[in-house]
Protein backbone atom coordinates (compact mmCIF):
# COMPACT_ATOMS: atom_id res chain seq x y z
CA UNK A 1 0.00 0.00 0.00
CA UNK A 2 1.26 3.16 -1.34
CA UNK A 3 2.05 5.66 1.79
CA UNK A 4 0.94 9.45 0.73
CA UNK A 5 3.42 11.99 2.75
CA UNK A 6 2.02 15.09 3.74
CA UNK A 7 3.36 18.30 5.27
CA UNK A 8 3.54 19.13 8.92
CA UNK A 9 1.75 22.18 7.53
CA UNK A 10 -0.86 20.27 5.56
CA UNK A 11 -1.75 17.94 8.11
CA UNK A 12 -2.69 20.74 10.70
CA UNK A 13 -4.71 22.33 7.98
CA UNK A 14 -6.77 19.61 7.38
CA UNK A 15 -6.98 18.15 10.90
CA UNK A 16 -7.90 21.72 12.21
CA UNK A 17 -11.07 21.67 10.56
CA UNK A 18 -11.98 18.23 12.72
CA UNK A 19 -11.24 20.21 15.68
CA UNK A 20 -12.31 23.67 14.93
CA UNK A 21 -15.23 23.21 17.90
CA UNK A 22 -12.10 22.86 20.17
CA UNK A 23 -11.03 25.86 22.81
CA UNK A 24 -7.00 26.01 22.06
CA UNK A 25 -4.87 28.38 24.23
CA UNK A 26 -3.51 30.91 21.41
CA UNK A 27 -0.61 30.38 21.98
CA UNK A 28 -0.63 26.91 21.44
CA UNK A 29 -2.32 27.58 18.39
CA UNK A 30 0.25 30.09 17.32
CA UNK A 31 2.71 27.56 17.92
CA UNK A 32 1.22 24.75 15.66
CA UNK A 33 0.52 27.12 12.73
CA UNK A 34 3.87 28.18 12.61
CA UNK A 35 5.64 26.24 9.64
CA UNK A 36 8.23 28.94 8.67
CA UNK A 37 9.77 32.32 10.06
CA UNK A 38 6.48 33.77 8.95
CA UNK A 39 3.62 32.99 11.75
CA UNK A 40 1.23 34.38 9.78
CA UNK A 41 2.06 32.97 6.38
CA UNK A 42 0.11 29.73 7.51
CA UNK A 43 -3.37 31.34 7.35
CA UNK A 44 -5.22 32.79 5.14
CA UNK A 45 -3.21 31.57 2.30
CA UNK A 46 0.04 33.27 3.23
CA UNK A 47 -1.72 37.36 1.96
CA UNK A 48 -0.10 39.28 4.31
CA UNK A 49 -0.32 43.13 3.98
CA UNK A 50 2.63 45.12 5.18
CA UNK A 51 3.31 48.48 6.31
CA UNK A 52 6.28 50.04 4.63
CA UNK A 53 6.97 52.44 7.79
CA UNK A 54 7.08 50.13 10.81
CA UNK A 55 6.60 46.35 9.47
CA UNK A 56 3.38 46.03 10.76
CA UNK A 57 1.81 43.34 8.87
CA UNK A 58 -2.50 42.35 8.59
CA UNK A 59 -3.99 39.70 7.43
CA UNK A 60 -7.29 39.40 5.20
CA UNK A 61 -9.45 39.99 7.77
CA UNK A 62 -7.24 43.65 8.46
CA UNK A 63 -6.62 42.35 11.97
CA UNK A 64 -2.67 42.73 12.62
CA UNK A 65 -0.81 39.60 13.11
CA UNK A 66 2.93 41.21 13.55
CA UNK A 67 3.46 44.29 15.33
CA UNK A 68 3.45 47.61 16.21
CA UNK A 69 -0.18 47.84 14.86
CA UNK A 70 -2.47 46.59 17.02
CA UNK A 71 -6.23 47.63 15.75
CA UNK A 72 -7.56 46.03 12.38
CA UNK A 73 -7.54 47.77 9.27
CA UNK A 74 -10.95 49.87 8.64
CA UNK A 75 -13.43 47.93 7.25
CA UNK A 76 -16.08 48.72 4.57
CA UNK A 77 -19.91 48.19 3.76
CA UNK A 78 -20.87 46.63 0.64
CA UNK A 79 -23.31 45.11 -1.24
CA UNK A 80 -22.77 42.20 -3.77
CA UNK A 81 -24.67 41.77 -7.26
CA UNK A 82 -24.39 38.36 -8.04
CA UNK A 83 -25.72 38.94 -11.91
CA UNK A 84 -22.88 41.33 -12.67
CA UNK A 85 -20.32 40.50 -10.15
CA UNK A 86 -19.60 43.24 -8.94
CA UNK A 87 -20.08 44.69 -5.35
CA UNK A 88 -20.52 47.92 -4.68
CA UNK A 89 -19.02 49.88 -2.08
CA UNK A 90 -20.09 52.60 0.36
CA UNK A 91 -23.43 52.70 -1.69
CA UNK A 92 -20.46 54.81 -4.10
CA UNK A 93 -17.73 52.49 -5.73
CA UNK A 94 -18.94 49.89 -7.88
CA UNK A 95 -15.76 47.43 -8.40
CA UNK A 96 -15.86 44.21 -11.11
CA UNK A 97 -15.32 41.32 -9.23
CA UNK A 98 -15.48 38.94 -12.18
CA UNK A 99 -11.65 38.12 -12.39
CA UNK A 100 -11.28 37.86 -8.97
CA UNK A 101 -11.08 34.42 -7.93
CA UNK A 102 -12.06 32.81 -4.27
CA UNK A 103 -9.01 33.48 -1.85
CA UNK A 104 -7.27 35.95 -3.71
CA UNK A 105 -7.65 40.09 -3.28
CA UNK A 106 -6.82 42.91 -5.48
CA UNK A 107 -5.95 46.68 -4.17
CA UNK A 108 -7.29 49.62 -5.45
CA UNK A 109 -5.09 52.73 -5.72
CA UNK A 110 -6.49 56.03 -3.86
CA UNK A 111 -7.19 57.38 -7.11
CA UNK A 112 -9.48 54.37 -7.91
CA UNK A 113 -11.52 54.69 -4.78
CA UNK A 114 -13.67 58.00 -5.86
CA UNK A 115 -13.32 60.12 -2.47
CA UNK A 116 -13.74 56.58 -0.32
CA UNK A 117 -10.30 56.32 1.06
CA UNK A 118 -7.39 58.67 0.42
CA UNK A 119 -4.87 55.37 1.03
CA UNK A 120 -7.19 53.28 -1.26
CA UNK A 121 -8.56 49.90 -0.89
CA UNK A 122 -7.74 46.04 -0.34
CA UNK A 123 -10.26 43.72 -1.69
CA UNK A 124 -10.27 39.73 -0.83
CA UNK A 125 -12.72 37.48 -1.97
CA UNK A 126 -13.43 34.85 0.49
CA UNK A 127 -16.02 32.84 -0.81
CA UNK A 128 -18.49 33.65 -4.67
CA UNK A 129 -20.66 36.13 -2.60
CA UNK A 130 -18.58 37.31 0.66
CA UNK A 131 -15.26 39.55 1.10
CA UNK A 132 -13.31 41.49 2.91
CA UNK A 133 -13.15 45.33 1.64
CA UNK A 134 -10.66 47.33 3.99
CA UNK A 135 -8.50 50.43 4.21
CA UNK A 136 -4.98 50.77 3.18
CA UNK A 137 -4.28 52.88 5.75
CA UNK A 138 -1.78 51.51 8.35
CA UNK A 139 -3.40 51.97 12.14
CA UNK A 140 -0.29 52.23 13.82
CA UNK A 141 1.95 55.00 11.23
CA UNK A 142 -0.80 56.13 9.09
CA UNK A 143 1.56 54.70 6.05
CA UNK A 144 -0.63 52.98 2.85
CA UNK A 145 0.00 49.09 3.32
CA UNK A 146 0.81 47.15 0.78
CA UNK A 147 -1.54 45.00 -1.47
CA UNK A 148 -1.78 40.95 -0.27
Not at 72 to 92: K, R, T
Not at 114 to 142: E, M, P, W
Request: with cysteine; glycine share 8%.
Amino acid sequence: MKKNKISRKEFISKTSKVVGGMVVCPAVLAILQSCDSNPASSTQNGLISICPDHGAKFDTDGNPVEGPATAPLQSYNYVFDQENNAILIEDVLPVDVSDLSVESAISLEASQTQGIDGSGILIYRKTDSDFNVLSRLCTHAGAVVGPF
